[in-house]
């Protein structure tokens, strides 16, 4: 679909410029990219705990909780975070500050 169909099936986006509609497709790449690293099965298991949950930890059993732990985990959210940063600044940035600090045995 053309940017120009999609604009006239979705209310408001004519008025967004280009560039923020890039980085808006940019960022739901990166986390679709995050999101796939779950299996199916996990997928729908995290989409049940945050809906038990409903966003408050004490909502869910202390085994719920590290579940949820675990799979977030293997989301990767402060690397989605960083490469996210990266690719929307007109500066690179440290590794560092994008994958986190090296961890030290």
Do not use: Y
């Amino acid at each position: 679909m053309t940017l120009g169909r999609a604009s006239e099936r979705v209310p408001g986006l004519r008025r967004l410029p280009v560039v923020k509609l890039l980085a808006a497709a940019e960022l739901a790449l990166l986390a679709r990219d995050h999101v796939t690293r779950l299996s199916s099965d996990e997928r729908r298991r995290l989409v049940v705990l945050v809906r038990v949950g409903r966003g408050r930890r004490s909502r869910l059993t202390e085994d719920e909780r590290d579940e949820l732990e675990g799979l977030l985990a293997k989301l990767q959210p402060r690397r989605l975070v960083g490469e996210a940063i990266d690719r929307l600044s007109p500066v690179p940035l440290p590794n560092r500050l994008v994958f986190g600090p090296k961890n030290r045995a």
